[in-house]
């Protein structure tokens, strides 16, 4: 009994492994397509290693695939020393992929206009790096330093990649001029926009805080009547003086919002609501 337990555990492993990898090979291929469609062709280096590989092409002709493999394999030696073996297993895979799908992948002009190439470029490479989070891989690359800078000295990874990506995307003014540095800049807020959608979820909701001094039950009224979602009471106090009263918490789409909002205040217009963005929603009645 042990015995097949523990077969069927490494099969369940085994799986899940594969399914990772797959995932991996996409997202790294997306990726490539981006850098090998949209930004090489114009000569827009969006920060990365992929950019540097495309500023040193443009200027010295070196072969984008060997250049970004060079930097990653200098990036693995620096996690290597410096950082731990999940770390390092982490970025291994897509730092060896990368250079290989760039180098297998056709590299020509899709669009003729610079500006959407540089938007669907963006677009795409953001899509392809968010597919590389939820399997908790990455490219390796400039990914690197953040990471040995967060584990030495506590600076914010995030913080860290952003400097990283500027300073490569400086340097198009150099190698393209002014219009490619803007173009390169557009495209690193585009990938962010893209990959926070993906990582989070595209179905967001609105949460709504209502509290109403004489008309709470009728608007739970309404919300029984005009809305599918239920709402939660939270007992609260109020800061002067101190006096117990209740808040009603509704989790609502986009589409129904404006509605619902409406509705409270045409119950009462003194209703004091506050409104936060709401990026994921889990069960529920949803």
Known sequence: M????????????????????IV????????????NFFYAPIHIAAGGATG????????????????VFAINILMIILAAFLLGKK???????????????????????????????????????????ALLYHVDASSGGTAVPPLILKKYFQINPS???LIIDTIVTFFNLFVKGTNAFFMATFSLIIT???????????????????????????????IDKTNEQGYTIFDVRGGK????KEMLMV?????????????ILAIDKKAFLTTYNVSEVKNGVF
């Open 159 to 161: 913080t860290t990649l």
């Open 192 to 222: 962010s926009m893209v990959m926070n959608y993906i990582l989070l979820g595209f179905d967001h909701k609105i949460m709504i805080n209502i509290m109403s001094e004489n008309y709470l039950n009728d608007i739970k009224g309404l």
């Open 251 to 263: 989790v609502t789409n986009n589409t129904e919002y404006s509605d619902l909002v409406n509705g």
């Open 87 to 129: 770390e390092v297993t982490k970025i291994a895979i897509g730092s060896f992929l990368l250079p290989l799908f760039m180098a297998i992948t056709p590299s020509f002009k899709v669009v003729k206009d610079d500006i959407l190439a540089m938007i669907i470029g963006g677009a795409t490479f953001g899509f392809g790096v």
């Open 2 to 21: 042990f015995k097949l337990m523990k077969n069927k555990l490494n099969l369940n492993l085994n799986k899940n492994f594969y399914t990772q990898l």
């Open 241 to 244: 003086n101190s006096e117990g």
């Open 24 to 35: 991996i090979c996409v997202a790294i291929e997306i990726i490539s397509v981006s850098i």
């Open 52 to 67: 540097i590989a495309i500023l040193t092409n443009a200027v010295f002709g070196w072969n984008r695939s060997i250049v």
